[in-house]
């Protein structure tokens, strides 16, 4: 199957620090990458996609320049929550695909990385 | 992009069939039905889709009226381990990187 690993699990920072979430497909070549972000009792919404090489295409309403997102290879992907503040806490949650690996697989996600920022 | 429509929740007993409803009155042609689960704390999980005909995997079957307006997720014997979170999304097609938008799902209680 795919496999994509989300790195860290949790992380608590400091308001106004810089905070960097790290999404790897480990057993695939992941064209697209996705990032969602969940508050609780609450449904995932859609942040961005990232195309490997190229600049992220961003959801309305969310800031890119708060937002960072780095899809340097085919197997990794980062977001940075750049100045992050306590209303940024949040559990963030990465989803790799591949083109033809959906009519198999669908869409496999990361185990996601709970952001407290104090 | 065609909405779907499910109950906030559901409860069943364990070792019992879990029929998980779904209503998606605007799909067209070409939507293919995927379902995801999401356990508590975790990323979602990608469960079983199809596009026109009953499938059957590992985790699950997949019903799919004839008008395919309405499709269900049957869980064939509940296990606690069930409990979580059911999207019912609908996909353009099998292929390609196009983003998968969540609805609020149907939350799924077992009882012991």
């Known amino acids: 199957g795919a496999v994509v690993s989300q790195h860290p699990s949790w992380v608590i920072c400091k308001s106004g620090t810089s905070v960097k979430i790290e999404c790897r497909s480990l057993?695939?070549?992941?064209?697209?990458m996705f990032w969602y972000r969940q508050f609780p009792k609450q449904s995932l919404m859609l942040m961005a996609t990232s195309n490997e090489g190229s600049k992220a295409t961003y959801e309305q309403g969310v800031e890119k320049d708060k937002f960072l997102i780095n899809h340097a290879s085919l197997t990794l992907s980062t977001l940075t929550v750049t100045s992050a503040h306590p209303e940024d806490s949040s559990f963030y949650i990465c989803?790799?695909?591949?083109?033809?690996?959906?009519?198999?697989?669908?869409?496999?996600f990361g185990s996601g990385t709970r952001l407290t920022v104090v | 992009d065609a909405k779907t429509t499910q109950p906030n929740s559901m409860e069943s007993n364990e070792e019992e069939p879990v029929h998980l409803p779904c209503n998606h009155s605007t799909i067209s042609g070409t939507d293919y039905i995927h379902w995801y689960r999401q356990l508590p704390s975790q990323g979602p999980e990608y469960v079983i889709h199809?596009?026109?005909s009953n499938v059957n995997n590992r985790m699950a079957s997949l019903a799919i009226a004839e008008d395919r307006k309405s499709s269900t997720l049957i869980l064939h014997r509940a296990t606690l381990r069930d409990a979580a979170v059911y999207y019912c999304i609908l996909r353009l097609s099998n292929f390609g990187n196009e983003k998968l938008t969540f609805g609020t799902g149907t939350r799924l209680t077992i009882i012991p």
């Open positions: 199809g596009l026109t």
């Open positions: 989803s790799a695909v591949t083109g033809t690996a959906i009519r198999y697989y669908g869409y496999t």
């Open positions: 057993d695939f070549q992941a064209t697209t």
